[in-house]
C-alpha cells in the first residue's frame, strides 16, 4: 500500500513540474509566436489526459488491493442458514449465437452444478431459425438438443438424491432423533456423488485449457467438495458425535440442489412478436419482457409465429425470478457462484444494489502467446473493476452477472416494431450494453457491486483476428455513454445525493480513456514538437505506471517482465482501438444502433482486416524514422522514446501476430476483394425461377388492411370468444398486462390470428370465403379493419 501511495505521489508531482516548466519554457521563447503556444496547449492536454488514465490505474488497484485484505467470506453455516429457510428464485440466462456445442457445453454445466435451490437454467439460441446450409442446421440443433442431453445426464444422480431426501422425510415424519445409520447413508450419498463426478470427469473430451479448467475446477473441485464432507461425517460419528435431523436433511437436500436444475433452450427469432436486432442485449430482452406470463404460439397471416399471452392452455410459461443471472456462452462459474452473489444481495445494506458479479478473469494454461498477453490484460482489468467498487465506480462488466429483477424492471422501455410491442431492459444504443445499462441504474438510484473474490473465468481470444474484433468492440460506445453520466449526476443532485469527485474521475476515465490514450499517442507520433517542449519528467510520469503495472502482473502469475510485452501488445491493437472510437463518432453523426460482433471462438484462425494487419507495420516503419529524425537533431528524450515503441511494436508483431501469418492474413484480404467465388449453374437456375415466380397473393386481412386517423370512430368486433370492444380498448389492456412483457393476450388479436401453429393456416384454397361485416356507424369500416400483424 505505502509504495503504491508513493507512486500515486510520484506522478502527480511528476506531472505538476511537467506542466511549470513547460509552461515556463514557452514564455521565455515566446517570441517563436502563435504556432508555440498552439503545440504547448496540445502537448500539455495530451500528456496530462495521459498522466489521468495513469493516475486512474494506480488509484484503482489501491481499492483492490484495500477490498481484498478487508473481505470477509460468508461461512458453509451462513450459506446455509439463508437458503434453508427461503432461496429466492433464481434463472440463469445463456446467451449464444452459432456457438460451437463444446462451448455451450462446458458453460451449462458450470452454471447446472450450481450450488443452488430450483435453479432454472435458459439457452437464449440466438442462430437463424432455418439455416440454408449443413453446418449451421447442425449447431443450431445440436443448441437445441443440448439442454435436454445434460438435464437427462443429471436426472439419474438427482433421481437417487431426491429419493434419499424423501425417504429420510417419511421416516421421521412424526418426530424422533435421527440414529447412527442414518449419517453412514448420509456419507454414502457424498460418495456416490463424488464418484459419479469423477467417472464423468475422467470420460469428459478435453481439447484445450478452457477443458481441462472445468474438468478440474469444476468437476473434480466438486467432487473434492464431496469427498471431504463424506469423510468429516464419518470422522464425526467416529468421535461419537450426534447430527440433528435438521443438520442431516440439509446435507441431503444440498445434493438435490446440486444435481437439481432445469434446462431449456429458447429462440427468440422463431417468432414475430419478439424483437429481431442483432445484438445480445434484444436476445436477453427478449426473454426477460416474457417474464412472469404464460402464452400460446399461434400461426400469423404471412408466415411465422407468434407469442400470445393466455391464461390458460400455455404453450409456454414463464416464471418471474427474483434474481436473473447473465451468463456468456464462453464464461465457466465456479460452483459456488450463485451461492455467494445472492447471498450478498440479500444482506439488507446492500437492499439497493441492483447488479452484483465477480468480474471475470482468463483460464490459466493459454495456448498461445497473443492468448496470454490478452488474458494478462483480462487479469489486470479485473484488478481495476475491483478497485472501481471501493470508490462506488463499479460498471457491470457483462460476461456474468446477477440482476435484481425488480431494479431492471425500473429500466423498461417500450417501443413498437409494426404492430408488436417491444421491451426493452438492457440498453441496446452501443455494443457495450453493459456499461450503457450501468449509469441507467444509477440514474435510478440503484448501485452495482463486485464480490472480492475470483468466481468467474471467460475465454480470451487465440489469434489476433478474433482478438481485434473483440477490441474494436470495446472501443466503441464509450463516447456515446459519457452524456448519460451527466444526467446520472444531475438525477442523484435532485434526489439530495452526492457523487463523489473520484467516482466521476474513474468513470469519465473509463468511458473515455481508450479515445484519448489512442488519438494522443498517436498524435504524439506524428507530430514534430519544438525542442523545448520535449523533457524528461515525462518518463516520472510513466515510469511508476510500469512498474506497479510489473507488481501487479507477478500477482496475477505472470512474470514482472512481461509489462514490456504488454506495452507492445497495446501498441499493436491501436489501430482497432480507434477504429472503434471511429465507430462511435460516425454513430454520433449518423444514428442508428450498431451490429453486435460476437468474438470468434474456433480453433482455426481467425483473418484480420487489412487495415489491422499493416498498421502494425508502419507504426514500426514511422517509429524508426522518428528515431532516425531526432538523432541528428541530438533530441535524446524522443530517440528514447521511439527506440522503446519500435522495438515493443516489432517484438508484439514477432511475438503474437507473426510475420508468415501477416503475410497471410494480406494475401486473404487481396484475394477477397479481387475475387468473387462463381455461383454454379443450379443457383443461377434457382434464382431466375424464383425471380419469375409469381407472388402469394396476400391474405385478404391484410388487403383490407385500414387504419383510422385520430379521432375517427373505430368499428366494434368481436372475437371468437365472443368478447367485444374496439381494437384500442383490447391494445391498451391493463396495466398488469402492460408490464407482463412483450406477449400479447389473445384478445388483443382479431380472430384469424387466435390459431395455434398446428392449426391449418388461412387462406387455404379448400377454405370458404370468409364474409365481410361491415359495421353500422358512421366510419363504415370492415370489422377486421386493424390486423395485428407485424409491417
Known sequence: MLIGQLAIAVTVIGWALFVVTTLTRSSIAGGDGPPLGLATIGYIVIMSLLACSALAYLTTRLGYYSRSRSHRRATRAELGQTFERSAPTLTVLIPSYQEEERVNRMTLLSAALQEYPDLELVLLVDDPPAPRYRGPAEMLAAAHGLPGEIEALLSTPVARFTAALDGFETKYIEGGDPRLEDALEVAAEYEHAAQWLTDYAAGYEVTDHTDQFLVDQVLLALAGEMTTTAKALRAAIGDGATLTKDHLRFLLRRLTWIFGARISS????????????????????????????????????????????????????????????????????????????????????????????????????????????????????????????????????????????????????????????????????????????????????????????????????????????????????????????????????????????????????????????????????????????????????????????????????????????????????????????????????????????????????????????????????????????????DRWVNVILAGLNAAAATYAIVAYIGVGHSLVDVWRNVVSWLYKPQRSARAKRAERRQALAQPAAPHWSQTLAYAPADGVRRAERRSASGRSGTAADRRSGSAADRRAGNGRRETDLPAYMGRRATDRPPGRADDPPAPLRVADDEASVPAVAEPEVPR
Open 266 to 633: 429458447f429462440q427468440r427469432k422463431r417468432f414475430v412478436s419478439l424483437s429481431h436486432e442483432p445484438n445480445k442485449a434484444m436476445n436477453l430482452n427478449s426473454y426477460i419482457g416474457l417474464m412472469g406470463g404464460s402464452y400460446r404460439e399461434i400461426a400469423v397471416p404471412g408466415g411465422g409465429l407468434a407469442l400470445l399471452r393466455t391464461d390458460s392452455d400455455a404453450d409456454l410459461v414463464v416464471r418471474n425470478p427474483d434474481y436473473v443471472l447473465t451468463l456468456d456462452a464462453d464464461s465457466l462459474l465456479l460452483p459456488e457462484y450463485c451461492q455467494r452473489i445472492v447471498h450478498l444481495l440479500e444482506q439488507q445494506e446492500h437492499a439497493r444494489v441492483a447488479v452484483a458479479q465477480a468480474p471475470y478473469t482468463a483460464f490459466p494454461g493459454a495456448s498461445t502467446r497473443l492468448e496470454r498477453m490478452a488474458g494478462a490484460t483480462t487479469d489486470l482489468q479485473h484488478m481495476v473493476h475491483q478497485g472501481m467498487t471501493h470508490y462506488d465506480a463499479t460498471f457491470w462488466v457483462g460476461a456474468n452477472a446477477v440482476l435484481r429483477k425488480r431494479a431492471i424492471d425500473d429500466l423498461r422501455e417500450v417501443s413498437h416494431d409494426g404492430d408488436w410491442e417491444i421491451s426493452r431492459y438492457i440498453s441496446d444504443r452501443t455494443v457495450i450494453e453493459d456499461t450503457e445499462s450501468s449509469i441507467d441504474l444509477g440514474v435510478h438510484g440503484w448501485r452495482l457491486l463486485n464480490y472480492p473474490e475470483r468466481l468467474s473465468y471467460s475465454a480470451t481470444p487465440p489469434d489476433f483476428g478474433a482478438l481485434c474484433i473483440q477490441r474494436q468492440r470495446w472501443a466503441n460506445g464509450g463516447l456515446l455513454i459519457l452524456p448519460a453520466l451527466w444526467r446520472q449526476i444531475r438525477t442523484r443532485r435532485d434526489r439530495g445525493e452526492r457523487q463523489r469527485l473520484g467516482e466521476t474521475f474513474l468513470r469519465v476515465n473509463y468511458m473515455a480513456s481508450i479515445c484519448w490514450a489512442s488519438i494522443g499517442l498517436i498524435f504524439l507520433l506524428l507530430y514534430q514538437f519544438n525542442d523545448q517542449l520535449i523533457s524528461p519528467l515525462v518518463l516520472l510520469i510513466s515510469v511508476p505506471y510500469f512498474l506497479m503495472m510489473a507488481v501487479d502482473l507477478k500477482h496475477c502469475g505472470y512474470r514482472r517482465s512481461d509489462v514490456f510485452g504488454l506495452y507492445g501488445f497495446n501498441l499493436v491493437l491501436l489501430g482497432v482501438n480507434l477504429a472503434g472510437v471511429g465507430a462511435s463518432l460516425l454513430q454520433v453523426l449518423i444514428g442508428g444502433r450498431p451490429a453486435f460482433k460476437r468474438t470468434p471462438k474456433v480453433h482455426t484462425r481467425t483473418t484480420p482486416g487489412l487495415t489491422f494487419v499493416l498498421l502494425p507495420y508502419v507504426f514500426v516503419a514511422f517509429s524508426v524514422l522518428t528515431l532516425l529524425s531526432d538523432l541528428d537533431r
